[in-house]
């Protein structure tokens, strides 16, 4: 007799699987280009490359992992060399940036709006401004219940309706200013129509 196979709960999505590789999302946890940030962000890929090098894909993905943990030993070598502090002090800078911002163990309404953001128009959904903001509310008040590292539960696993609804009042999150947050993130929307005549109306 076979014996029966239990099914295993599925797990719950990490809040970071879904923040996608939009420009807003790159900019907000990756840094813009020539920041502290982004070079902190570039260190911590390519010096971690040999460890996932057997992972590529591609030989083209290999070379490139190649070549950047070998720029990256040369840079920090190279700095070193030349007492060079600017150099350690902007990396220093640019990972305590990226900490503040860590996807994985912070709630902040940035995460949310893009995890929100990209949820919303996954395989080209359309989607307006206050559908995000209230998923991102729902994510932020989900995460906070469930605890580090942030994620967010199957349906099944999901808190109750009431109990979302509870930490949203407790924690006052419909009270973030999340429309200024959707300006400083540069997320766009659909144009909605014109209020008023069509162009070109008059009166018969």
């Given at each position: ?37 982004a070079l902190a962000s570039w260190l911590c890929y390519a010096l971690n490359a040999s460890s996932i090098y057997n992972y590529a894909r591609t030989p083209e993905e290999k070379k ?50 893009l995890a929100a953001y990209n949820f919303c128009t996954a395989s080209g959904c359309k989607t307006s401004q206050t559908e995000v903001i209230q998923t991102a509310i729902d994510f ?65």
């Amino acid at each position: 007799m076979t014996p029966r196979t239990v099914p295993q709960p599925v797990p719950a999505v990490p809040l970071w699987d879904i923040l996608g590789v939009s420009n807003s999302s790159i900019a907000c946890f990756f840094g813009k280009s020539e920041s502290d940030q982004a070079l902190a962000s570039w260190l911590c890929y390519a010096l971690n490359a040999s460890s996932i090098y057997n992972y590529a894909r591609t030989p083209e993905e290999k070379k490139l992992m190649k070549t950047a943990f070998e720029k990256a030993v040369r840079m920090i070598g190279q700095a070193a060399l030349n007492y060079d502090e600017e150099f350690f002090a902007r990396w220093t800078r640019g990972r305590k940036e990226l900490k503040a911002i860590d996807p994985r163990v912070r709630l902040t309404p940035e995460i949310s709006l893009l995890a929100a953001y990209n949820f919303c128009t996954a395989s080209g959904c359309k989607t307006s401004q206050t559908e995000v903001i209230q998923t991102a509310i729902d994510f932020l008040a989900i995460a906070r219940i469930n605890g580090l590292p942030n994620r967010i539960p199957r349906p099944s696993q999901k808190p109750t309706r009431a109990q979302i609804d509870a930490e949203i009042e407790r924690g006052g999150l419909k009270t973030i200013g999340w429309r200024a947050y959707i300006k400083k993130l540069g997320v766009t929307f659909p144009d909605r129509g014109k209020r008023g005549r069509p162009t070109g109306w008059r009166k018969r």
